[in-house]
């Protein structure tokens, strides 16, 4: 959120200097210094128009990350049968909750159904790698 303010702030500030650099070229059309500032500033509203998209959108999804550490994680790996189970069991967590969020107690399928879609988890950023034993 306080990036999409800083930006909102420039993109104002920005939106005065053109208004001031438009009534400085209205008195000196002949000026290319001042066209050159102005299309300039125009290129950089733009740009901040396109983080002011990108800060927007990144908030309509949460992104959660999740750090293994313990005895059984070594050099940045962990075995996939301890993440299958600590994925299953925060799943369930996150699901439950949205699940008594939306519907308290009341219990019904389709409403467990309507949350399990709405929901949307994924796993991203995983590598596996196979390790075989030579004998």
Known sequence: MNNITKIKDRIETIHRQINDLETHINDNPNDYSL??????????????YNQLNIENKKREKEIIELRFI???????????????????????VLHSTSYFIQYGLHVGYNKRKIVNDIIDLRLESIGIFLNFLKI
């Open 70 to 92: 313990g005895s059984k994680t070594k050099y940045g790996s962990i075995p996939l049968d301890i993440v299958s189970n600590l994925i299953n069991y925060f799943s369930s």
């Open 35 to 48: 066209k050159l500032n102005y299309n300039s500033l125009q290129n950089h509203l733009k740009d901040l």
